[in-house]
């Protein structure tokens, strides 16, 4: 079991997903931190981290490349690529990453998120998706989606990690992260 004086979320604050992340780990009594840029607003004030526009440019990526990766396209709007560059600040803080959203047919996650779920594929890092539309938990394992071991009963296993996903929360994946809370440092 984490001691929760030692576990922090990286998350970025948005409106949906991770601001119940962050409802969650301030009631657990978790450190928080939410990555964003200047002008952003978001839905949480706790542990909000303003990032640089020097720090946000080693979080760059090629939109086209990632535009290639999740087969969908990314225009080269000065907003989704700072969305993206805050992405590649939480992925790379945690050490496993949890995600409510949608896994697609072609294997990737549904909207920008999806830039976190495939960089953390990338990165080698545990990820687990909760996926609103089939109500269930899936983990990346030899290339492909598949329920994790245990069934749905997924506990957080590390310190340092990572909650974010879709703005468009619904309840069922509102509850998964709380269960996931609940599961991880009742």
Do not use: H
């Amino acid at each position: 079991m984490l001691k929760k004086e030692d576990c922090v979320l990286y998350s970025g604050g948005a409106v949906g997903a991770e601001a119940e992340f962050g409802a969650q780990a301030e009631s657990y009594g978790l450190e928080e931190v939410n990555f964003t840029y200047e002008g952003r607003g978001i839905a949480r004030s706790r542990g909000v981290r303003v990032l640089s526009r020097d720090e946000l440019s080693k979080g760059d990526v090629s939109l086209s490349y990632v535009s290639r990766l999740l087969n969908r396209s990314y225009t080269d709007a000065p907003t989704i690529r700072k969305v993206l560059q805050t992405i590649w600040y939480q992925v790379n803080s945690g050490q496993e990453i949890y995600v409510i959203g949608a896994v697609l047919p072609d294997g990737t996650v549904k909207g920008g998120t999806g830039w976190g779920a495939e960089f953390a594929k990338l990165c080698n890092k545990p990820i687990f998706v909760f996926d609103q539309g089939k109500n269930a938990w899936f983990t990346w394992k030899d290339d492909r989606w598949v329920a994790p071991p245990g069934g749905q009963a997924i506990r957080i296993g590390n310190p340092r990690f990572t909650g974010t996903g879709t703005r468009f929360l619904e309840a069922n994946g509102g509850a998964a992260i709380r269960d996931l809370f609940a599961r991880s440092f009742a």
